[in-house]
């Protein structure tokens, strides 16, 4: 698995200046971060709404194989927007929001670690909004798979009666953004398109309509 240049990049800067020899025998951010992201990867499930992942994680280290001179809340920083990134990429519901941390631990093996991750569902920052005019209703898209119906056990509710109990999921993955109907029953439609049970592209913009509200999709 090979991690994105920009996720790379972030996570050399937290040893930039260090000597070849700080890390002789040591374990580097990127080599952390490759290893919790391989885990991720062997332990996705599918849910209702598609593949999905823990969201809490703990990367177990020996003490031997941690570099001295790492601020250790900076390195679980940039581990835990790693895995955030890499999750949006592929298109992995979090159900809350994501959180690494590392432990120094003696019991580990050198040059290996232990991964490992829990659910723990709680809000997570939007990165969307659909926005309707008449009535003025904002609705907030914060998972990377997200269901939209009136159901209270919807991702996101929005209580209008022409909608069905799950209308639709929108899904951010690969750099891009689609919305699939759920066989709902009075349909969606993008720019004025009825769509169907395959994903369809969604852009900023880009007017959806549910029931007879008119939302345009505007990302945060």
Not at 4 to 21: M, T
Not at 52 to 73: C, K, M, Y
Not at 82 to 96: K, L, M, P, Q
Request: glycine share 8%; charged share 25%; proline share 8%.
């Amino acid at each position: 698995m090979k991690l994105a240049r920009e996720i790379e990049r972030r996570l050399e800067r937290l040893v930039d200046g260090a000597s070849a020899a700080v890390f002789r025998g040591k374990m580097h951010p990127v080599d952390m971060a490759d290893r919790l992201l391989r885990q991720a990867d062997f332990v996705v499930t599918q849910g209702e709404a598609g593949p999905e992942i823990p969201n809490t994680w703990t990367l177990r280290i020996n003490p031997s194989d941690l570099p001295p001179e790492i601020d250790a809340e900076e390195l679980e920083q940039e581990l835990t927007h790693a895995v955030s990134e890499f999750a949006a990429d592929r298109g992995w519901r979090i159900n809350g929001p994501i959180g690494v941390v590392v432990i120094s631990d003696t019991a580990v093996p050198r040059g290996l670690t232990d991964c490992s991750g829990t659910s723990e569902p709680g809000p997570i920052a939007p990165w969307s909004q659909l926005v309707a005019a008449s009535p003025p209703l904002v609705v907030e898209i914060s998972d990377n798979r997200s269901i939209l119906g009136r159901a209270m056990e919807s991702d996101v509710v929005v209580a209008v009666p022409e909608l069905s109990r799950k209308q639709a999921i929108i899904v951010r993955a690969d750099q891009a953004v689609t919305i699939t109907d759920l066989s709902s029953a009075n349909g969606t439609h993008v720019n004025g398109a009825l769509i169907g049970a395959d994903p369809f592209p969604l852009v900023p913009g880009d007017t959806v309509t549910m029931g007879d509200i008119d939302f345009v999709f505007r990302p945060l």
